[in-house]
């Protein structure tokens, strides 16, 4: 196959890493889910659209970049802003299935990589979004931005990267 091949090869079959898409599912009810993943019981939240952020390829994990990852939150957020979205929950985007695959793209670059250096990644994408909005005169729609960890040790990254991006920029509306 040559470059362009594959090239061709990859269009199809991915979104480009560091990208989102916004999906209309209707008013579907969440569930209340504990860090374990069992079902809690049922919420009062109702859910209009998912975004499927893409930071890399999905079967495999390649291109993943840190820039993919904090371009896929940026991303989202303005898909988000553009549809009218008051309130998003962001999941800890290539926290489980492109962790290890980041993790080890960063070891090849001899730059050491953990769950508190990834939240900052995400959170990153949140300060990213903002600047764009701002530098591009976008008014600024979403009142709340929910980062959802799959455990403890993403939460409490989540926090710490939270509470240092507060301390730069004038920005309420985050939480774990």
């Known amino acids: 196959m040559n470059y362009a091949e594959v090239d061709k090869s990859i269009e199809e079959k991915i979104?480009?890493?560091?990208?989102?898409?916004?999906?209309?599912?209707?008013?579907v009810s969440l569930k209340n889910v504990n860090f374990n993943g069992d079902i809690k019981s049922d919420s009062d939240v109702k859910v209009k659209y998912m975004i499927q952020a893409s930071p890399a390829m999905a079967e495999s994990?390649?291109?993943?970049?840190?820039?993919?990852?904090?371009?896929?939150?940026?991303?989202?957020?303005?898909?988000?802003?553009?549809?009218?979205?008051?309130s998003i929950i962001i999941p800890f985007i290539g926290g489980k299935i492109f962790?290890?695959?980041l993790l080890e793209h960063q070891k090849n670059l001899g730059?050491?990589?953990d769950k508190l250096s990834h939240a900052k990644l995400l959170i990153k994408g949140v300060e990213d979004y903002f600047n764009y909005i701002r530098a591009n005169n976008i008014p600024h729609k979403i009142m709340e931005i929910i980062f959802c960890p799959y455990g403890y040790e993403e939460k409490e990254g989540l926090q710490k990267a939270i509470d240092d991006v507060k301390s730069r920029m004038s920005i309420n509306i985050i939480k774990v």
């Open 15 to 27: 979104m480009p890493a560091g990208s989102a898409t916004l999906l209309y599912i209707g008013d």
């Open 61 to 86: 994990g390649e291109l993943i970049s840190v820039d993919s990852i904090s371009n896929s939150v940026m991303n989202s957020l303005i898909l988000s802003t553009l549809n009218d979205v008051k």
């Open 99 to 101: 962790y290890g695959k």
């Open 111 to 113: 730059i050491e990589h």
